[in-house]
């Protein structure tokens, strides 16, 4: 045989050719020949903790039966709104009052001004919104800005543990209001944006410029995750994301060993920590009795019905079964493959509905 017959050859301009793309554009499909598990439905009944107002042309009665296909007994729409939105969410999803519970937002209107007028206002109106039906409130965010996710009006340079805001996060314990926050994004939006960053590819155009004069870092937005939750034991909190501490799950388990007025949700982090899958399963197992399930579904406005079958679907798959080496680009965004976690029933259970249920309670 001569070697130059089978020796590389350049490529040129064929199409699909590695100097042809970019690496953005990097979808890879397995090669192994493993379990592929089909999970049509949640192994048990499921309350989603963490979605969101659906756009106004998504049919609530089309959700309801994707819902109940799927086995979601209950979805909690984090709605970010006061006033006459969250009147506006009422109104669309009140024909189903047992599917969903809707979450306001607060209402910061006047917060930079001098004196209090602003504090006593937004207390009243998240006492409209608790007669008005809501349940919770949330999803408060803040990726170093301040919390901005509120609408209408959102409180640029106020962080979670400003004085400020405590009036209002002691009047959700009052009322019995759980609080979901969203604290800091992955830390791979933190990373410089080099050849060393295995994020890279979501990071670049997801990332936060700490070199900013004010905006915190990823350690120092953990610490004010928890000031927020010690100056405030009678408020129930749930970090949204797993406290954006997918790359060490231990800054989070300890805040869960130090406070039992803080949770954390699962939403949209499964891409991330599906990739280290022991080192999940044993979080997961330690603190199955503080962590909830979330799809993050109807955030993104483009979201379908489609997606949203198939989103849960793939979410139980890694939840559940003990597949590898899974691709979900149209999903996820990763460029790595997933693992399935295949969790015991006794941490399903919890995560998917009995937690949800004794926080409720709370």
Same mark, same amino acid.
């Given at each position: 045989?001569?070697?130059?017959?089978?020796?590389?050859?350049? /490529?040129? +301009?064929?199409?699909?050719?590695?100097?042809?793309?970019?690496?953005?554009?990097?979808?890879? %499909?397995?090669?192994?020949?493993?379990? #592929?598990?089909? *999970?049509?439905?949640?192994?048990?009944? *499921?309350?989603?903790?963490?979605?969101?107002?659906?756009?106004?042309?998504?049919?609530?009665?089309?959700? =309801?039966?994707? /819902? !109940?296909?799927?086995?979601?007994? %209950? #979805?909690?729409?984090?709605?970010?709104?006061? @006033?006459?939105?969250?009147? @506006?969410?009422?109104?669309?999803?009140?024909?189903?009052?047992?599917?969903?519970?809707?979450?306001?937002?607060?209402?910061?209107?006047?917060?930079?001004?001098?004196?209090?007028?602003?504090? +006593?206002?937004?207390?009243?109106?998240?006492?409209?919104?608790?007669?008005?039906?809501?349940? @919770? =409130?949330?999803?408060?965010?803040? %990726?170093?800005?301040?919390?901005?996710?509120?609408r209408p009006v959102p409180g640029y340079g106020m962080h979670l543990n400003d004085n400020r805001m405590r009036p209002l996060l002691k009047k959700c314990g009052d009322l019995r209001l759980p609080v979901s926050v969203h604290i800091a994004d992955p830390i791979w /939006?933190?990373?410089?944006?080099?050849?060393?960053?295995?994020?890279?590819?979501?990071?670049?155009?997801?990332?936060?410029? #700490?070199?900013?004069? @004010?905006?915190?870092?990823?350690?120092?937005?953990?610490?004010?995750?928890?000031?927020? *939750?010690?100056?405030?034991?009678?408020?129930?909190?749930?970090?949204?994301?797993?406290?954006?501490?997918?790359?060490?799950?231990?800054?989070?388990?300890?805040?869960? +060993?130090?406070?039992?007025?803080?949770?954390?949700?699962?939403?949209?982090?499964?891409? !991330?920590?599906? #990739? =280290?899958?022991?080192?999940?399963?044993?979080?997961?197992?330690?603190?199955?009795d503080r962590l909830l399930f979330g799809s993050d579904l109807g955030y993104d406005p483009g979201t379908t019905m489609d997606f949203a079958t198939k989103l849960y679907r793939a979410t139980f798959r890694i939840l559940e079964s003990a597949d590898e080496h899974i691709?979900?680009?149209?999903?996820? %965004?990763?460029?790595?493959?997933?693992?399935?976690?295949?969790?015991?029933?006794?941490?399903?259970?919890?995560?998917?509905?009995?937690?949800?249920?004794?926080? /409720?309670?709370?």
């Open positions: 045989m001569n070697l130059d017959e089978v020796k590389p050859k350049p /490529m040129g +301009d064929a199409p699909g050719s590695p100097e042809n793309f970019k690496l953005k554009d990097y979808r890879p %499909k397995s090669v192994f020949k493993t379990t #592929t598990t089909e *999970v049509s439905k949640a192994k048990c009944p *499921v309350i989603d903790m963490h979605a969101h107002a659906w756009q106004k042309d998504i049919n609530v009665d089309e959700l =309801v039966k994707i /819902m !109940e296909a799927s086995n979601i007994e %209950k #979805t909690i729409v984090l709605s970010f709104e006061t @006033g006459s939105g969250f009147d @506006g969410i009422v109104a669309r999803f009140a024909g189903y009052p047992d599917k969903f519970d809707l979450w306001c937002g607060f209402d910061y209107t006047g917060y930079n001004q001098p004196g209090s007028q602003w504090i +006593d206002a937004a207390i009243a109106e998240l006492e409209r919104c608790y007669q008005k039906g809501a349940k @919770g =409130v949330g999803e408060l965010g803040d %990726k170093g800005l301040g919390e901005y996710y509120s /939006m933190y990373l410089p944006m080099d050849l060393h960053n295995d994020g890279l590819m979501n990071a670049y155009n997801w990332r936060i410029d #700490t070199d900013v004069a @004010g905006i915190p870092n990823h350690e120092q937005m953990m610490d004010i995750l928890e000031d927020t *939750v010690r100056q405030n034991p009678t408020t129930i909190f749930i970090a949204c994301h797993l406290a954006n501490c997918t790359h060490d799950l231990e800054i989070l388990g300890r805040m869960l +060993d130090s406070y039992e007025n803080l949770y954390a949700d699962i939403t949209s982090r499964l891409k !991330e920590i599906a #990739t =280290v899958p022991r080192y999940a399963v044993a979080f997961f197992e330690k603190y199955q691709y979900e680009h149209d999903l996820f %965004k990763y460029h790595w493959p997933l693992y399935g976690l295949h969790l015991s029933d006794a941490a399903l259970n919890k995560l998917y509905r009995e937690n949800a249920i004794k926080l /409720m309670r709370l």
